[in-house]
């Protein structure tokens, strides 16, 4: 278990309209200020690149680690997280399993609900995935960014 210092001030507050009914698992809006980071799509990948989980459930707390790695690499926690966007291929399946991936997410992200979206698509680039997850974080200002770079990127 790898434990994580608290993080700085967290950047962002939930945005909830009084009169509207209340998201489950999720906020109507997220706003804060800080270091954007924006998270590509992570599916169920190890670190060699391979997928190695099979079921959406499995596959959904492997892209879900992902997203903590990569986010953990530019300094910053889940709570930092302003928007999730969810690609699935079956999304009837996807609402059959909500207790399921409920616990899996709260596993994975703890009790952090930034705004988010679902999407139903027909295909992924990896054949064997069947989720990919896409994240944007706002890191509070002083947060330590990492010096990891990829200068061929630049």
Not at 98 to 104: A, H, K, S
Request: aromatic share 6%.
């Amino acid at each position: 278990m790898t434990i994580l210092p608290p993080p700085l001030a967290i950047s962002l507050r939930r945005i909830d309209p009084l009169k509207w009914p209340s998201p489950r698992g999720c906020s109507h809006a997220v706003a804060g200020t800080g270091t954007f980071v924006f998270i590509g799509g992570q599916i169920a990948t190890d670190n060699a690149g391979r997928v190695t989980a099979v079921g959406l459930v499995p596959q959904v707390r492997q892209a879900l680690r992902n997203v903590r790695t990569v986010l953990a690499e530019a300094g910053g926690v889940p709570e930092n997280i302003a928007q999730m966007t969810w690609y699935v291929l079956d999304i009837d399946y996807y609402r059959a399993r909500l207790p399921e991936l409920g616990v899996v997410y709260r596993e994975i992200m703890g009790s952090h609900y930034p705004a988010m979206v679902l999407v139903e698509v027909s295909g992924l680039v990896e054949p064997e995935a069947i989720v990919e997850i896409a994240a944007m974080a706002i890191l509070p200002v002083g947060c330590p960014a990492s010096t990891v770079v990829n200068p061929s990127l630049f």
